[in-house]
């Protein structure tokens, strides 16, 4: 890869911060890290605290070419802490982007955006409407809109992933379908930061998973072509499966949590 842009990613010891920027420096790119804290042994360029806050925002992206905002509330949670956390702490982010002449943001947005979709006999689309499941998945509906309005008003690139379940291995029997591999991440990742990818994509955030019900076209589209399956967990997933549990709406269990409360 010729001269692979500057990253900053915020929310970087977050769960998929975590994995994602080792995997991203190992690809050759130069990562800048922004959290509220930082791991003992983390190491490079680190910034700490709040997304919230306009100053060190504009700092963090002095100099870099690309954002992966991934920082915020990742489950759900009171009003207030959505509000500032995943509201506030993205338009802070936009904002400055636009501020900074930084164009391409890729949005860690999720499938509880649109948790409440029922399965049906055709795959889901990446632009499914909106239909949160949680105060939690209304936050990412509102921050996908506000991405959206500074595609059109301010002409910033952003790809909107609507993520799954990215984790080592899918823990349960929804996740053999909802599953992304921390790889397939980062390859979602080098895909949406390529500067050739402009204007809005919503994408599936998902792995080639043979049980997937939600569709990988505009993943592939922007050269997203994931490698794994979760089918090689399957056997042993479906061993301990539990009855009881949602499989058949987008957000399996965020759509039972009482509203607020952190599940
Ligand atoms: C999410 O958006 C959460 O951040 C993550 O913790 C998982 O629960 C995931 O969705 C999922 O739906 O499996």
């Not at 500057?6 to 890290?33: D, I, M, N, W």
Request: aromatic share 6%; proline share 5%.
């Amino acid at each position: 890869m010729n001269n692979p842009p500057h990253l900053l990613v915020t929310g970087s010891a977050g769960a998929l911060g975590r994995e994602l920027v080792p995997r991203l420096r190992e690809a050759g790119y130069r990562v800048r890290s922004l959290d509220l804290a930082h791991p003992q042994d983390a190491t490079g360029d680190l910034l700490t605290g709040s997304v919230t806050d306009v100053g060190l925002v504009a700092s963090a992206l002095d100099g870099v070419d690309a954002v992966v905002h991934l920082a915020g509330q990742s489950r759900e949670a009171p009003w207030e802490d959505v509000l500032q956390a995943n509201v506030q702490g993205t338009w802070t982010l936009l904002d400055g982007c636009v501020r900074a002449g930084v164009r391409k943001v890729v949005f860690a947005s999720s499938n509880h955006a649109v948790g409440m979709v029922r399965r049906r006999e055709e795959e889901l689309p990446a632009d499914e409407q909106f239909r949160p499941d949680s105060y939690y998945g209304w936050s990412k509906s509102a921050g996908e809109s506000l991405a959206r309005l500074f595609v059109d008003r301010a002409g910033l690139d952003v790809v909107s992933v609507r993520i799954g379940s990215c984790l080592a291995e899918p823990g349960n029997v929804r996740a053999l379908a909802t599953w992304m591999s921390l790889d397939d991440f980062r390859r979602l990742v080098v895909a949406a930061v390529d500067p050739e990818v402009t204007g809005w994509h919503s994408v599936w955030g998902i792995s080639r998973n043979t049980r997937r019900w939600w569709s990988l076209e505009a993943g592939e589209a922007i050269g997203y072509h994931p490698q794994d399956d979760s089918e090689q967990f399957a056997e042993h997933v479906l061993a301990a499966a539990d009855p009881d549990e949602v499989v058949d709406l987008v957000g399996g269990p965020f759509t039972a949590t009482p509203l607020g409360e952190p599940n």
